[in-house]
């Protein structure tokens, strides 16, 4: 999966900073690692980069997961917290990951689900039932007008080294 996030003022800035310093790759790492806890913060928080709220999960999925609990008392509780993306091991929101190398910065996880919770799915999209329902996209990938931000100040930051 391959979302290019194309922001004209962070990409002059980092032409500039590449321009005064020569090696952008550790402003690029810590950018990264920006990014990485916010893209965790919208599992936390169930939402795209644009701010708007996940779809819940449909009566479907809730069943299907309330079924893997042996007592009612289990099932009621898990059913109470259960938020779109946060399963039992929360794989997918750990997963999150970034490369840099030769002045790009690539971030996204290595899981083969990931692009069907990033763009959706239709029912049997991937086989008679691969997935059981549609799944609608719940965008995690993306650059918020917070990280844009912070991106600009790591980048402005780096430009004081140089």
Known sequence: ??????NREITSALDALQNAIGNVDPALK????????????RFI?????????????SPVTLLNYASRFKTKRARISRLQNKKPGIG??????DAIYKQVGSGVLELG??????STF?????KGQYGKRTPWGDIPAREFLGLSDDDQEATLDIIRAHFAFA
């Open 1 to 6: 999966m391959k979302i290019e996030v194309n």
């Open 30 to 41: 810590e950018i990264g690692d920006y990014l990485i806890d916010s893209t965790k913060q």
């Open 45 to 57: 928080k169930s939402e795209a980069p644009d701010g708007s709220r996940w779809k819940d999960n």
């Open 88 to 93: 039992e091991t929360g794989t997918l929101s």
């Open 109 to 114: 996880s290595p899981l083969k689900y990931a």
């Open 118 to 122: 990033q763009f959706g799915a239709k």
